[in-house]
């Protein structure tokens, strides 16, 4: 069941009007007019994401959802923020063209500065994205265990430049016709942009059927920026679900196995 915001949130945006909840990511957005509002998982990092989004000079390559203040000036207000709302579908099958969306992005935010808020994270995604990197271990329950362990196996070290990347952009494009793609949902991480590609390539492979020639998209190294990737996701799977199904393991299994043969 969807949560709304409060009156006194709305009022605090400037908004009125019932919301309406939208479809996708979690379930948990919704819409007040030309706005959306969604609640924050964190304040800090939900404040300096709307800061970036609001400084990013307009690009021809892409859109972001302009962030909205409080008559406070702060961007949070009781646990929500709210940005413009843009239209568009996400494009789960275009997936050349959403990884062009995401390079074009990632150059824009090249010359980021790292915020210390990375380091303070400690939710399921930012755990799973410092144990595919070797920065922190995790022992996850049945078969994933043994299944992480190869996939960590095939990792080699990395020369590639880290920087501030968008780390789920496979459902948060949105193409629209006659507008540039609009990224939305920002998941910060500073990693090497090669990175973002395998997230989006991974996620294809697992769940939407992509042909096993997309992994060649990713560059250079292709199949350990994969198993990079692949590592992220299963130990965010097994972090959040805590004894995964066997299904989704096997389509872990099927794509590792892939990653294995490519090298």
Request: avoid cysteine.
């Amino acid at each position: 069941m969807t949560v709304l915001p409060p009156a006194g949130v709305l009022a605090a945006f400037g908004l009125s009007g019932v919301p309406e909840p939208l479809p996708g990511g979690e379930g948990r957005a919704v819409r007040v007019g030309g706005a959306v509002l969604k609640p924050v998982d964190g304040r800090e990092e939900a404040e300096w994401s709307a800061g970036l989004f609001e400084r990013l000079p307009p690009s021809v390559s892409f859109r972001v959802p302009r962030p909205i203040r409080a008559g406070s000036g702060t961007y949070v207000v009781g646990g929500w923020t709210a940005s413009e709302l843009l239209p568009g579908r996400t494009g789960t099958r275009r997936w050349a063209s959403l990884l062009a969306v995401g390079r074009a992005f990632h150059e824009a935010l090249r010359d980021v500065p790292r915020p210390g808020l990375l380091d303070r994270r400690v939710h399921p995604w930012a755990v799973a994205d410092r144990v595919a990197w070797q920065e922190e271990d995790v022992a996850l329950r049945g078969d994933a265990g043994p299944m992480l362990a190869e996939l960590l196996g095939l990792l080699a070290p990395v020369a590639a430049p880290a920087q501030l990347v968008h780390g789920d952009l496979t459902g948060n494009v949105l193409f629209h016709r006659g507008s540039p793609p609009a990224v939305i949902d920002f998941s910060p991480y500073w990693r090497p942009a090669p990175y973002a590609d395998a997230i989006v390539v991974a996620d294809a492979l697992l769940y939407h059927d992509a042909e096993p020639d997309l992994v060649d998209a990713i560059g250079e190294d292709a199949p350990r920026w994969l198993a990079r990737a692949l590592a992220f996701r299963l130990v965010a799977l097994g972090l959040l679900t805590e004894d995964p199904a066997p299904d989704e393991l096997a389509r872990f299994a099927a794509v590792t196995r892939l990653a294995r043969a490519r090298l």
